[in-house]
């Protein structure tokens, strides 16, 4: 794969979260006329869509990362700078004090990166709550200083969510960036050697899948098989859970399918392929998720998407109300038949 | 659109197949996805077989259909392309084994 830039940097009309929204559900007559999201969750009688209770707090402690992934719906990279602060660190902080809310998901871009990182998990854990850092792996060897984060992690019972398309080399370079694939798996042998993955520790490292192009993630179950037998296998590598993740169709996945001329079929394979019974438990009912600069939004996909959280009172962390957000109206678009589309798909893997 | 037997957007028509004939189609669909469901074969197993059949029989939408069902089951390119090598051994080897005839009867006519 040729070194990629973010859409940002290329002046991409795709940094619009508007401008995806139309190219999803407006580009062409094909995609005029497939089913709207909304309709599917009124034949569902999902309408209004409202959450459930909370249970996840997603935050995405940055756009900055150390990789530039073809399918990254973040448009993270190296040239991007917005990294989340300590001070809306600390709001955060104060607003989880509040909350009933046992899980605390971390994300990015790498949210290693952010100088504040440690402390803040810290702070967390502190708090008695349990912390998922969603690790891209060759961030444990992107610096010295990040080298010891799997003995910190452990200290902190961190669970770790690793992305790792595939158990071989072709399919995640391609998608990931040029060797990607042999620093991953080095990445996993350091969490191994400390406990992770391994029977009888509880240091959990689950691996995240999502398929190399345009098309559906294969059953769980059968690649969770595959990917434990594989890594053992060619590396001795041990994980606990596999989590399957359908492509969502925005940012630099959505250029994909754009230029790849794919994109009017593959809305129609999710729009297609949309199943009622994974409807229901899709992550934005039970999470909420929180930008860099302290934003709060319905899932980190409308959060890069822009889409504001339908609360007008409660869109920042200074101005969190669970309550006035517990009633809100969740948004949705066409991007949303990723998730519902087949077994299903959230951060924690398939629905049904 | 262009004149052309194959059109890729005829696939997705297949199940218009029923409207000349409702009875016979729907019991061939009833069938189709009882075959390929998960049995003594996985259907994984099934649509590896599908792709090379596909290939033997040289069906342009079958190949794209399982083109797809294959990767969508989690197999990887080395695992499709052997699949198609097996159905072109057997296409191959069928030609090979055919020429024993023509050996047969060489021999029977020459001297």
Redesign the interface.
């Known amino acids: 794969m040729k070194n990629l830039k973010s859409l940002v940097s290329r002046g991409s009309e795709l940094v619009h979260g508007a401008t995806q929204l139309t190219h999803l559900g407006q580009a062409t007559e094909r995609l005029r006329g497939l089913p709207r999201f909304t309709e599917k969750l009124k034949s569902s009688s999902l309408s209004p869509f409202k959450p459930l209770q909370l249970e996840i707090f997603q935050i995405n402690l940055g756009k900055m990362c150390n990789q530039t992934c073809r399918h990254c719906h973040v448009d993270a990279g190296p040239d991007r700078r917005e990294i989340m602060t300590r001070e809306t660190m600390q709001l955060c902080l104060d607003v989880l004090q509040n909350l009933p809310v046992k899980t605390v998901d971390l994300t990015g871009g790498a949210p290693e990166m952010n100088p504040n990182f440690r402390w803040f998990v810290e702070e967390i854990t502190r708090q008695g709550k349990t912390v998922i850092d969603r690790c891209n792996l060759t961030i444990l060897l992107a610096h010295e200083k990040y080298r010891d984060l799997p003995e910190f992690f452990a200290r902190h019972r961190v669970k770790v969510v690793s992305s790792l398309p595939y158990y071989q080399k072709g399919f995640t370079d391609r998608q990931r960036g040029d060797g990607v694939f042999e620093r991953s798996i080095r990445a996993l042998k350091m969490l191994n050697e400390v406990g992770y993955g391994k029977e009888g520790t509880s240091l959990e490292l689950d691996l995240v899948f999502n398929p190399n192009g345009a098309f559906l993630p294969a059953a769980q179950a059968s690649l969770q098989n595959d990917f434990k037998r594989e890594l053992k296998q060619l590396f001795d590598i041990e994980f606990n859970q596999l989590y399957a993740i359908t492509n969502m169709p925005i940012s630099r996945f959505l250029e994909y399918l754009v230029t790849s001329g794919n994109l009017e079929a593959y809305m129609e394979k999710l729009v297609q392929s949309y199943n009622p019974a994974a409807a229901p438990g899709v992550m934005c009912r039970n999470t909420l998720s929180i930008s860099w600069d302290g934003k709060i939004f319905d899932c980190d996909f409308n959060q890069m998407l822009d889409l504001a959280v339908g609360c007008a009172k409660s869109r920042h962390l200074s101005q969190f109300n669970l309550a006035e957000l517990s009633e809100r109206e969740i948004q949705v678009d066409q991007h949303c038949f990723g998730c519902t589309a087949g077994s299903g798909s959230s951060c924690g893997g398939t629905l049904t | 659109m262009s004149k052309s037997y194959y059109q890729p957007e005829d696939l997705k028509k297949f199940p218009q197949i029923t409207e000349f004939s409702e009875k016979l189609g729907n019991k061939f669909f009833d069938y189709y996805s009882e075959v390929f469901a998960e049995g003594a074969l ?1 259907a ?1 197993e099934k649509s590896l077989i599908a792709l090379a059949v596909a290939h033997a029989v040289q069906c342009a939408y079958c190949i794209d259909a399982y083109t ?1 069902d294959t ?4 197999c ?2 080395q695992q499709m392309m052997e699949a198609v090598h097996v159905a072109a051994a057997i296409r191959g080897g069928s030609t090979l084994v055919h020429s024993v005839q023509m050996m047969n009867k060489a021999k029977e006519i020459s001297m």
Not at chain 2, 71 to 74: I, Q, S, T
């Open positions: 996985t994984r797809t990767l969508e089951k989690g990887n390119e």
